[in-house]
């Protein structure tokens, strides 16, 4: 045990004498543990949580094409989408 104490306490002076060094070790772990993070909550907003609708897998968006306009969405509020499913 005095041995890993003794041995511990070279490795501090050790990293003491060269600065630079766990200056660029900890600026390094803190940008791969912050791109991580970041990485994780994109893929987990967008890809791993449903949306908070039922039968969230059949939402479709219509939108119309025309040469004057452009887009435009199409939105009809009595829309039914089980009277008008195509898919059935």
Do not use: H, T
Not at 44 to 69: F, T
């Amino acid at each position: 045990m005095d041995a890993l104490i003794r041995d511990i306490g070279y490795r501090i002076r050790r990293l003491m004498n060269q600065p630079a060094f766990p200056a660029a070790l900890s600026l390094s772990l803190a940008l791969g543990i912050g791109a991580c993070a970041v990485i994780f909550s994109i893929v987990n907003a967008m890809l791993l949580w449903q949306l908070p609708y039922p039968k969230a897998d059949q939402l479709l968006e219509v939108k119309q094409i025309s040469a004057n306009v452009g887009r435009a969405n199409l939105c009809d509020p009595k829309f039914d989408p089980e009277v008008a499913s195509p898919y059935e």
